[in-house]
């Protein structure tokens, strides 16, 4: 099913769809239910978790299928600007979410690049 697509190709569409979805996610509830700061992330979790949670477990599952090592480096670098993206945005919500999702890549980015030293 996605052997016609690179992996980096699907996982930058996903990541964008998530940075878009959830900024205007959050500043809806904050706007819609006047909640900031800490309550306002409360909010989001409580609203979007189960989705993040699903995302990032069909994530690692791809990611660990992956034996492209220039593929995931291109992810890392999609995470590290798609995650100043949110912050300039204001929408600090999913920072764990990138914290996740740059530890799998790295992960296995050094697992690759192990597998190619053998």
């Not at 034996?67 to 670098?77: Q, R, T």
């Not at 945005?89 to 296995?108: F, S």
Request: aromatic share 16%; net charge negative.
């Amino acid at each position: 099913m996605f052997s016609d697509f690179q992996f980096e190709s699907l996982f930058r569409s996903v990541q964008y769809a998530i940075v878009d979805h959830c900024s205007r996610e959050y500043l809806f509830l904050c706007d819609f239910f006047l909640v900031t700061d800490q309550s306002a992330v409360d909010l989001f979790t409580h609203v979007m978790g189960r989705s993040i949670t699903l995302l990032l477990k069909t994530l690692e599952e791809r990611i660990n299928l992956n034996y492209d090592a220039i593929s995931l480096f291109i992810c890392i670098c999609f995470c590290t600007k798609y995650r100043q993206l949110m912050i300039s945005r204001g929408v600090l919500a999913i920072e764990t979410y990138w914290e996740n999702v740059e530890k799998m890549l790295w992960d296995r980015f050094e697992v690759v690049m192990k597998s190619h030293n053998e």
